[in-house]
């Protein structure tokens, strides 16, 4: 917490007072000329930085098919904002919490537990689309110009609450307890305008995506009433206060769009249950629950109820159930990619690794350059030794990945099994940088280029990259990043 800490007031110095070694040493421009007091660069820096904290302090969901789903509902939002200048990135927490959040840079998470909960895709994406607002409104941007105006202590430790939000809600209500007084509802007061406009623009954002616009309102009508009944508010009302008169404008808002009666996507219910799977701490009991939801009702279908009981029995070894239950599944959608890649996973879990590979070869063809089969098809390739294939589907796809973390990691295992050490240690280095080490990527390129022999195409790439490399560990440096 800490760290999160320092990185603001560090921002927050610089925002306030650039210092006069940055024109000699080419930082990027910290002030933004069409109104903000940070450059968007300066924002997508510390973008960066907030995931390093977040990979650090929170359980990210790796599984290749719940990024794409997640990433697909979100781009297909940002597609439709009118200010996509940023690269944005989502992702899952592995969190059965309620609670989304979005930060400087296009970053935008949202916890397992909004999937789990959403009785449909458009309070999923209602979810995505208020947490794209406040990026693309850059609420994170005005809070900086906001707390300028306070003294420098009492505005770093604001600014340091609203990241520790990232993290652990209830810790940053605790700090903004502590600095008390008339900064504290002046922060208040500064949330709930961000909050009212991001729910004007995510509105926007649903009915332009062609999402019914009531998943909005009818996801926080749920919360608000959960909240009565439990006693205790969800994190994300901790984190987005809600109110009735709120719930009851987001209500009317809708009400003025046509309605879209968007029929929920197959996907989404299949990622919903597989998540609902995975989020039992024992296999067995996640068994027992689509056993009874199978059995009986209360489920939102039984093809997506039958298809997380293939996962519950695949996590608990219980191979042959799973498979009887897959044939199924199958016999009833031969081509559907979710059923083929457990498919595949099962036969993995077996040890049958040729049969994986097969049957991700099949898939492949069904499904081109369709990520979680990409990497599913290396990581079948690896198990069954044959590490040339598996670096030959990376290499193919390595236009796609640019910024992929699982993908460098099987690449870096590919190369160095296939007998590679430099290649491997290039997409080491690409990882590491990925995930925020920039002086460990450039030490892994370093030692690639002294250990090794490269020839003179690697030479130079590694040469270029150091470069690049270098540069960018002097701005983290100077902006203390």
């Given at each position: 917490?800490?760290i999160?800490?320092?990185?603001l007031?560090?921002?927050?110095?610089?925002?306030?007072?650039?210092?006069?070694?940055?024109?000699?040493?080419?930082?990027?421009?910290?002030?933004?000329?069409?109104?903000?007091?940070?450059?968007?660069?300066?924002?997508?820096?510390?973008?960066?930085?907030?995931?390093?904290?977040?990979?650090?302090?929170?359980?990210?969901?790796?599984?290749?098919?719940?990024?794409?789903?997640?990433?697909?509902?979100?781009?297909?939002?940002?597609?439709?904002?009118?200010?996509?200048?940023?690269?944005f990135?989502?992702?899952?927490?592995?969190?059965?919490?309620?609670?989304?959040?979005?930060?400087?840079?296009?970053?935008?998470?949202?916890?397992?537990?909004?999937?789990?909960?959403?009785?449909?895709?458009?309070?999923?994406?209602?979810?995505?689309a208020?947490?794209?607002?406040?990026?693309?409104?850059?609420h994170?941007?005005?809070?900086?110009?906001?707390a300028?105006?306070?003294?420098?202590?009492?505005?770093?430790?604001?600014l340091?609450?609203?990241?520790?939000?990232?993290?652990?809600?209830?810790?940053?209500q605790?700090a903004?307890?502590?600095?008390?007084?008339a900064?504290?509802?002046?922060?208040?007061?500064?949330?709930?305008?961000?909050?009212?406009?991001?729910?004007?623009?995510?509105?926007?954002?649903?009915?332009?995506?062609?999402?019914?616009?009531?998943?909005?309102s009818?996801?926080?009508?749920?919360?608000?009433?959960?909240?009565?009944?439990?006693?205790?508010?969800?994190?994300y009302?901790?984190?987005?206060?809600?109110?009735?008169?709120?719930?009851?404008?987001?209500?009317?808002?809708?009400?003025?769009?046509?309605?879209?009666?968007?029929?929920?996507s197959?996907?989404?219910?299949l990622?919903?249950?597989?998540?609902?799977?995975?989020?039992?701490?024992?296999?067995?009991?996640?068994?027992?629950?689509?056993?009874?939801?199978?059995?009986?009702?209360g489920?939102?279908?039984?093809e997506?109820?039958?298809?997380?009981?293939?996962?519950?029995l695949?996590?608990?070894?219980?191979?042959?159930?799973?498979?009887?239950?897959?044939?199924?599944?199958?016999?009833?959608?031969?081509?559907n990619?979710?059923?083929l890649?457990?498919?595949?996973?099962l036969?993995?879990?077996?040890?049958?690794?040729?049969?994986a590979?097969?049957?991700?070869?099949?898939?492949?063809?069904?499904?081109?350059?369709?990520?979680?089969?990409?990497?599913?098809?290396?990581?079948?390739?690896?198990?069954?030794?044959?590490?040339?294939?598996?670096?030959?589907?990376?290499r193919?796809?390595?236009?796609?990945?640019?910024?992929?973390?699982?993908?460098?990691?099987?690449?870096?295992?590919?190369?160095?099994?296939a007998?590679?050490?430099?290649?491997?240690?290039?997409?080491?280095?690409?990882?590491y940088?990925?995930?925020?080490?920039?002086?460990?990527?450039?030490?892994?390129?370093?030692?690639?280029?002294?250990?090794?022999?490269?020839?003179?195409?690697?030479?130079?790439?590694?040469?270029a990259r150091?470069?690049?490399?270098?540069?960018e560990?002097?701005?983290?440096?100077d902006?203390?990043l």
């Open positions: 917490m800490n999160i800490h320092t990185l007031l560090a921002i927050l110095v610089f925002a306030i007072s650039p210092p006069a070694a940055a024109n000699e040493q080419n930082l990027p421009e910290i002030g933004d000329p069409s109104g903000g007091v940070i450059s968007p660069e300066v924002e997508r820096r510390l973008g960066q930085a907030v995931m390093r904290e977040v990979r650090r302090y929170a359980t990210m969901v790796d599984d290749p098919e719940v990024e794409s789903y997640i990433q697909s509902i979100g781009y297909r939002l940002v597609a439709n904002s009118d200010d996509n200048r940023l690269p990135v989502f992702f899952v927490i592995q969190d059965p919490a309620i609670n989304a959040f979005a930060a400087p840079g296009g970053v935008v998470g949202v916890n397992s537990g909004v999937i789990i909960n959403a009785q449909s895709e458009s309070e999923l994406a209602g979810v995505l208020h947490e794209i607002a406040h990026v693309t409104q850059r994170m941007a005005r809070t900086y110009e906001a300028s105006k306070l003294s420098a202590p009492t505005a770093a430790a604001l340091g609450a609203v990241l520790l939000a990232i993290v652990n809600p209830a810790a940053a605790a903004l307890t502590i600095i008390g007084g900064s504290t509802q002046y922060q208040i007061n500064f949330t709930r305008s961000n909050e009212e406009e991001a729910d004007r623009v995510g509105m926007q954002l649903l009915a332009r995506s062609e999402f019914d616009p009531e998943g909005m009818s996801f926080f009508e749920r919360l608000l009433e959960a909240s009565r009944y439990r006693g205790a508010a969800p994190e009302l901790q984190t987005h206060p809600l109110t009735t008169n709120r719930v009851a404008d987001t209500k009317a808002r809708a009400a003025q769009y046509e309605t879209q009666h968007h029929k929920d197959i996907t989404f219910k990622v919903r249950a597989k998540l609902t799977a995975v989020s039992f701490q024992d296999p067995g009991e996640a068994i027992m629950f689509f056993e009874e939801k199978l059995q009986g009702s489920y939102p279908d039984m997506s109820a039958r298809y997380g009981y293939v996962i519950a695949t996590q608990a070894n219980r191979f042959e159930q799973a498979a009887i239950q897959l044939e199924y599944l199958l016999s009833q959608s031969a081509e990619s979710a059923y890649i457990a498919a595949a996973k036969a993995s879990a077996q040890r049958n690794f040729q049969r590979v097969a049957i991700y070869e099949k898939t492949d063809k069904l499904y081109p350059n369709y990520r979680p089969v990409v990497l599913g098809l290396t990581r079948a390739y690896l198990d069954a030794g044959n590490a040339a294939a598996a670096r030959e589907v990376l193919g796809s390595n236009r796609e990945y640019a910024n992929d973390l699982l993908y460098y990691d099987l690449l870096s295992q590919a190369e160095a099994l007998g590679s050490p430099i290649e491997a240690g290039i997409a080491k280095a690409e990882y940088y990925i995930i925020g080490d920039t002086q460990l990527a450039i030490e892994r390129l370093k030692y690639a280029q002294h250990q090794h022999s490269p020839d003179y195409y690697q030479a130079e790439r590694i040469e150091l470069t690049q490399l270098e540069y560990l002097s701005i983290q440096k902006l203390k």
